[in-house]
């Protein structure tokens, strides 16, 4: 009404890019069939603060450099495949909002450490299933299948509750120091897995998965830094769940 | 998995990369913590468990035994001032003092033995820097070890 003379088309334009904040990502690049050397690169882009970083890496992969290389599936926390170093923590991209990330400064992006780089963000993430993989993360029963389902008790089930949230993103064990340094180390995300077993009261294979992380890469690795922790888009209580374990190993011994 | 890894490590492109094609491929880049044959077998030991019990242990026990002996030493009946020869010789005349320096000599010598083994254990990056580094390690441990355990048994006040 005020501004009558404002063409429609023009005012919408204006309202829609109201919202919009320019902000900056700056984002470890490599690719290692141009250079051997990893380097920023800058991006500014128009963006919804509301958005998320997934949300920016799409906008720049698709309007600006599609050469851009990351992993993501799901997009909404679940699938675990978009944990990547933002801000130099680990998070999932597609769970945290540009506007928690104060983006008047650059947005720093990079791969998750601890595993080797293949491209851009997405690392070779074998070594981390590896170790999942070593700690049995599967029912191990004996004797005849039931016929129906094996019950347990609230109570029983409680016990084990945290750990059930894994979704093996592997913000935890690239965030750790200790494996950091030559990846020998099961990591927190393997132990989480192997205590999801072994508090389980219908598994019998307990014994076994404490055996391997008795071993002198298994859990007396843990120097108690919390990075784990702190790490966890799920909020798993990652340390703790350690600690669950070595006192299992000692109780078990004594 | 991952036993079929060969390194690669001469094949690392420098700054003359251009010209990979699908027909000459970037060389592969190896993952360095693949578990491969030479990733050390599983030593089904309680190595690490006792070591890490007896961190716990000896350090709550050292946290007494420093203390009161620091308090004893430097703060107590005249400070620093009054350490001298006579007043060593004075102490290890009890056997007391004799156990008690033992202990804290044992238990200091091992229990900052064990951490610095996990240190280098999680700092060292190669194989060969971290068995020199542990080597080096143990023979002061077990030197200094020997050696204040001799001189606590065998001290004797009247020697010129």
Redesign the interface.
């Known amino acids: 009404m005020s501004t009558p003379v404002m063409d429609k088309e023009e005012r919408a334009a204006k309202a829609a890019a109201d919202h919009l904040i320019t902000a900056t990502f700056r984002i470890r690049r490599f690719n290692?069939?141009?250079?051997?050397e990893a380097s920023w690169e800058d991006f500014r882009i128009e963006i919804d603060p509301k958005e998320r970083v997934l949300d920016a890496l799409h906008k720049i992969k698709w309007e600006v450099d599609g050469t851009l290389t990351f992993r993501r599936s799901c997009a909404h926390g679940i699938c675990g495949s978009d944990a990547m170093r933002i801000n130099g923590r680990n998070r999932l991209a597609c769970k945290t909002l540009i506007k928690d990330l104060s983006p008047s400064k650059p947005i720093s992006v990079e791969a998750i450490k601890?595993?080797?780089v293949?491209k851009d963000l997405i690392v070779?993430m074998?070594?981390f299933f590896?170790a999942y993989r070593d700690v049995m993360p599967f029912l191990v029963t004996s004797g005849n299948e039931p016929t129906r389902e094996r019950h347990q008790t609230a109570e029983d089930r409680e016990r084990f509750d945290d750990t059930t949230k894994c979704i093996l993103c592997a913000a935890c064990t690239s965030s750790c120091?200790?494996f950091w340094?030559?990846?020998?180390y099961f990591g927190p995300a393997a132990i989480v897995n192997a205590h999801r077993f072994i508090f389980d009261s219908r598994d019998e294979a307990a014994e076994q998965r404490l055996?391997?992380l008795?071993?002198?890469d298994?859990v007396?690795?843990c120097?108690t830094t919390f990075n784990c922790t702190d790490a966890c888009p799920r909020g798993i209580e990652v340390t703790k769940a350690i600690q669950e374990v070595?006192r299992a190993?000692?109780t078990r011994?004594f | 998995?991952?036993t079929d890894t060969e390194t690669t490590g001469a094949g690392?492109?420098?700054?003359d990369?251009?010209g990979?094609s699908p027909d000459s491929?970037?060389?592969v880049?190896?993952?360095?913590?693949?578990?491969t044959a030479r990733?050390?077998k599983?030593?089904?030991t309680?190595?690490?468990?006792y070591?890490?019990?007896f961190m716990r242990l000896s350090g709550i026990l050292l946290f007494v035994l420093v203390l009161y002996h620091l308090l004893i030493q430097l703060v107590l009946d005249g400070g620093v001032t009054k350490i001298g020869f006579a007043f060593v010789a004075g102490r290890w005349a009890s056997p007391f003092w004799q156990t008690w320096d033992l202990v804290m000599l044992w238990l200091a010598m091992l229990h900052g033995g064990n951490g610095l083994r996990?240190i280098i254990?999680?700092?060292a990056?190669r194989d060969n820097t971290r068995m020199w580094l542990k080597m080096l390690l143990y023979t002061a441990t077990v030197f200094t070890v020997l050696l204040g355990t001799l001189v606590i048994f065998t001290f004797d006040p009247d020697i010129r």
């Open positions: 290692p069939e141009i250079s051997a601890g595993l080797t293949l070779d074998d070594p590896q120091p200790v340094n030559d990846g020998q055996e391997i008795n071993d002198k298994g007396w690795r120097r070595k190993l000692i011994r | 998995m991952a690392i492109p420098t700054d990369t251009a990979y491929p970037a060389p880049i190896e993952p360095p913590r693949a578990r990733t050390p599983s030593t089904r309680n190595f690490e468990l070591g890490w019990l996990t254990n999680d700092y990056e």
